[in-house]
Structures are given as C-alpha cells and as structure tokens.
C-alpha cells in the first residue's frame, strides 16, 4: 500500500499538480528518477509513476526518501492540469444539480428516483469540456466553455457543430458552475429502469456524437421547414385529418442507436 507522497520544490508536495510522467531530482545528490526508466536498484518497472513508487523506496544515488526529491521536468503537466480542471468544473456541475434537485425537485412527479445526478464521459473540447449529464428528471449533452468565453443571457440559443449533426444548445449558468450550454437529449427519464441503463446510454451518446454517418440521419432540414410552413397555414376546412408527424431530427434515438427506447 502506498502512502501518500510528499516532495520538495515548486509544487509543495502537491501530488495533483505532477503527471505520471514527472521526472524527478533527488535535491541532495542530483540523481534523477525517470518515470519512462524505472529504478533497477529497487526493481521498479520502467512506466511506474514517482507517485507511484513503493513509500519506502529512497534514492538509488544517497538513499535520501521521497520527500527530498524536486520536480526536474514534467512533460505531462499540461495535461495533469487539464484533467485536474475538468474534475473540478465537472464536479461543480454535479453538486449544483444535486442542489437543485434536493431544493426542487424531489417530490416533482415527472422525476425517476431510480437515477441520481451524475456526469458521464466528460472530455475536452473547444477550450472546455463536453459531456453528459444524468439526473433523474433529465439527459443533457452539456458544453462547459472556456472560463474566458463571454457568456450570453440565459436560455439564449447557440448551434454546435459536431461531425454527427448540428445541435441547438441553450445557455444557462448556474451558481457553482457558472456558464454552461446545454442541449436536451431525454426529458422526463421515466423509461430508464436504472442508473446503469441512463449511464450506458450517456455513454453511447458520447461515442455516436462523432461519428459523421449518422449525420445524413440528421439531415432533414427541407423535411422540418415543410412541415412548419404546413403548420402555419389556415385549414381550408374542418380539421379532420391527422395532425402532421413531429419531422424534428429524433437525435436521441440516433445518437443511443435506439438504446434509449
């Protein structure tokens, strides 16, 4: 079992601020431990992280311990950064909707007690982070923008290119989170059974968002207008035919590949 790792230099012994791939100095003797190296004296595997080192192992050089070591170079530390700001932006995201659903939601009809709030597949994208967020009385795909995008009013419409389609988001923003874009994937969740069943389909969303097949699925654009310029024409009798389909792009069953039914 490893304890956690403290160590000398700029970080202060922050372990969330270096990367599996930090190379490290020993302070008293200069001897460097490489990650990509290992330590054959102790018989560490090359790829072993220096967080991940044995809490006895000391220098190979002068048997100093881990805590007099200094960060040389870390390769990996723009993305040691970038994960540790996605956890915390994706984190708040999912406490303030843990909020409202404890302030507003919780004796709502419409909301399926088998799920709770949850993020799912977060991953970068445009200078911030895209993802799904579960609730129990939504399915969001949810774009975190960049802290320094200048933010639009609330419920202002924004469309979002991806290589499956266009997608309409709406901004909102949110005490914790801040601004956010988020576009509606299912609403109620009465037909999920379970947080695994919402999951993988969260899941499945974020790998069928950019696949470029599905794209020509998506593609009725002529199809919708006709339908709403059919919508706004006056009857020239009593309406007794059917009412024109809902031709609106279904994305949730396109992107879940039906799983959601």
């Known amino acids: 079992m490893n304890a956690p790792t403290g160590f000398e230099g700029s970080y202060l012994g922050a372990s969330d601020k270096i990367s599996a791939r930090a190379i490290m100095e020993c302070k008293i003797c200069w001897t460097p431990y490489d990650p990509a190296e290992g330590d054959d004296t102790r018989q560490v595997l090359p790829g072993t992280a ?5 809490a006895d192992w000391t220098c190979p050089g002068c ?6 070591f200094l960060v040389r170079e870390d390769p990996g530390a723009a993305d040691a950064f970038v994960r540790a700001e996605m956890a915390r932006r994706v984190g708040a995201l999912e406490a303030d909707f843990r909020e409202v659903f404890n302030a507003k939601m919780r004796d709502v009809p419409m909301v399926n ?12 994208h445009e200078g911030g982070f895209l993802g799904v967020l579960v609730a129990p009385w939504f399915m969001n795909l949810v774009f975190l923008p960049p802290e ?18 266009d997608y309409e988001f709406l901004h909102n923003s949110r005490e914790l989170t801040g601004p956010y874009l988020a576009c509606s ?15 993988q389909v ?8 950019w696949k470029a097949e599905n794209k020509g699925e998506t593609d ?15 009857p020239e009798e009593a309406p007794e035919e059917p ?19």
Do not use: C, W, Y
């Open 113 to 124: 007690h088998a799920l709770h709030v949850e993020a799912v597949g977060f991953q970068p």
């Open 50 to 54: 220096f967080l991940d080192l044995p």
């Open 243 to 261: 009412p024109i389909p809902d031709l609106t792009p279904n994305r949730r069953k396109l992107i879940t590949g039906g799983m959601g039914g």
């Open 202 to 209: 969260a899941s499945a969303v974020m790998v069928e968002l």
């Open 185 to 199: 994937l299912f609403s109620p969740m009465a037909d999920f059974t379970s947080q695994l069943q919402a999951v």
């Open 148 to 165: 320094t995008r200048p933010a639009l009013a609330a419920t202002a419409k924004e469309t979002i290119a991806f290589p499956s389609g």
């Open 63 to 68: 048997s100093a311990p881990k805590a007099q």
């Open 220 to 234: 009725r654009a002529a199809e919708i207008r006709a339908a709403r310029e059919a919508e706004l024409t006056p």
